[in-house]
């Protein structure tokens, strides 16, 4: 078999190998720099000035952390489950690494376009979840142990309102490639016929990537840090990098898939560097809406974060899966789909408003206090 | 595109090689922490938080229950969720049959979410 790359036939194997290594300095860079600029724009919103003393604006802050990082002894509890600890971290990162085959940057400027890419973005995402639990286990300290159960009970919740939000978009271009889907929307982006879809996808996507509202799992004030309290040095910038680059992932699927990537609004046929631009202005919109929601919101009780997933989100997605298919089905203009979506959004916002209005009325908190006034 | 073995397997080599180049850029990382960090024989940078108290007992305690109750909803749920994949994509206009079909199945998984939201398995307690 041989495959195509920059006009030279070359056969599949080692075409596969320059795109994943030019796939792996541009995520170098990028989590770089999405590090620099998570700490520059959390700065602005908290009125202070970020990173200003390493470089022009602070602009060599991540090299010089990277640069302090390898430098830094790697430690492991002499408690650890030594097999388990230090295969924690492959388990986290690789499944993130593994997601890049089917990320469309441009219009054909993936390493492959799977057929089935959506599924196994989805399948391979998750897998980090038993990662941040094999961390969390082998790292004998109690407050690791309660940052990974907490991080798989969160990303076991929110990954089905995740799967099933992809997948009533996917009905609507009647394929799972990615590619495709990015073309189905040359005219109208999915986000017009889901706004509701887009929504759930966003909030899905914070609690899939632990963070704030959603970072219970890793929070400092409540275990410490979570699963990697106990990895020092390079091992913990693994978490890190296994983070941002699993944003930048996120970010630009969401942009594929709801906000039509590269192909909306000027069309297929725009030069491929127009295209990198126009994604690149797309998802950052969509990572500077992360780091603006981690500045402004506080963060989610476990009781709170697990009913919102599925007594909330969880219907409200299998409902916009039946609708979807039902307006497929009797051939029903598209227009429909906005309504109820807008309707949807209504819903989530009243759920929302409601728990909120409503902090009381938890019977295990109730029962708890009754019982240590008796005892 | 041709659905020819070749089409539908053909890309996965790729993920081969991403699965391989992701160990690769770990064991480098490493490998060149073990170059460059320092390492010191001090016996207590093994404790727990190695922060001078002594840790009173082993951390594996027993897990709450309700953690598995969410793990087995979970797989109820997943498993079900990759029921409707092949489903999502062979629908079209005037299947009408499928449609009805997959409702009753998601009806019935509704059905079981209700039982299990009346029981009070979605309540964290």
């Known amino acids: 078999m041989t495959a195509e790359f920059l006009g030279i036939e070359m056969p599949v194997l080692l075409e596969a190998f320059i795109k994943v290594n030019i796939v792996v300095l541009a995520m170098t860079v990028v989590v770089m720099a999405l590090i620099y600029l998570e700490r520059k724009i959390i700065g602005r919103f908290q009125m202070r000035l970020g990173p200003t003393r390493t470089g022009p604006f602070g602009l060599l802050q991540s090299i010089a952390d990277a640069l302090k990082l390898v430098g830094k002894e790697d430690l492991r509890p002499t408690g650890a489950d030594p097999w388990v600890f230090e295969l924690s971290i492959y388990f986290i990162f690789v499944p993130v690494f593994v997601g890049f085959v089917v990320v469309p940057f441009a219009i054909g400027w993936e390493i492959r376009a799977l057929e089935l890419g959506l599924l196994y973005l989805l399948a391979t995402s998750s897998v980090s979840g038993l990662g941040f639990a094999m961390a969390g286990w082998a790292s004998d300290n109690r407050y690791a142990m309660l940052g990974g159960l907490r991080a798989v009970a969160q990303g076991v919740a929110y990954e089905i309102p995740l799967v099933v939000t992809l997948l009533a978009v996917a009905m609507l271009s009647g394929s799972l490639n990615l590619r495709e889907i990015m073309l189905d929307q040359g005219t109208v982006p999915n986000i017009v016929w889901q706004p509701l879809g887009f929504i759930m996808f966003y909030i899905a996507m914070l609690a899939e990537l632990n963070r704030a509202p959603f970072d219970i799992a890793v929070g400092e004030s409540e275990t410490a840090g979570g699963p990697h309290i106990e990895f020092s040095g390079i091992r913990w910038s693994m978490f890190q990098l296994a983070e941002y680059a699993h944003l930048w992932i996120m970010s630009i699927v969401g942009s594929a898939i709801f906000l039509g990537g590269s192909a909306w609004p000027l069309g297929e046929d725009l030069g491929t560097p127009f295209q990198l631009l126009l994604m690149g202005i797309k998802s950052s919109a969509l990572i500077f809406l992360a780091m603006w929601t981690r500045a402004s919101l506080p963060r989610l009780r476990i009781d709170q974060l697990m009913g919102f997933a599925w007594k909330v989100l969880m219907p409200l997605a299998f409902i916009q899966v039946l609708v979807n298919g039902f307006v497929i089905v009797y051939d029903l203009p598209l227009l429909l789909l906005t309504v109820q979506g807008l309707i949807g959004i209504v819903v989530l916002n009243w759920a929302i408003q409601r728990a909120v209005a409503r902090p009381a009325g938890r019977p295990g908190i109730a029962a708890w206090a009754a019982s240590e006034a008796t005892s | ?125």
């Open chain 2, 1 to 125: 595109m041709e659905h020819t073995t070749d089409a539908l397997f053909g890309g996965y080599i790729s993920v081969l090689v991403a699965i391989v180049m992701g160990f690769i850029l770990i064991v480098t990382a490493l490998l060149a922490t073990r170059l460059l960090a320092p390492f010191s024989r001090e016996r207590n940078k093994g404790a727990t938080y190695e922060c001078g108290m002594l840790p009173i007992r082993r951390a594996s305690t027993s897990i709450g229950m309700r953690f598995y109750l969410y793990a087995i909803l979970f797989i109820i749920f997943d498993v079900e969720a990759l029921f409707v994949f092949p489903w999502v994509l062979t629908l079209g206009a005037g299947a009408y049959a499928a449609y009805w079909t997959m409702f009753a199945f998601i009806a019935i998984l509704g059905a079981g979410l209700a039982y299990a939201w009346k029981k009070g398995a979605l309540q964290w307690r």
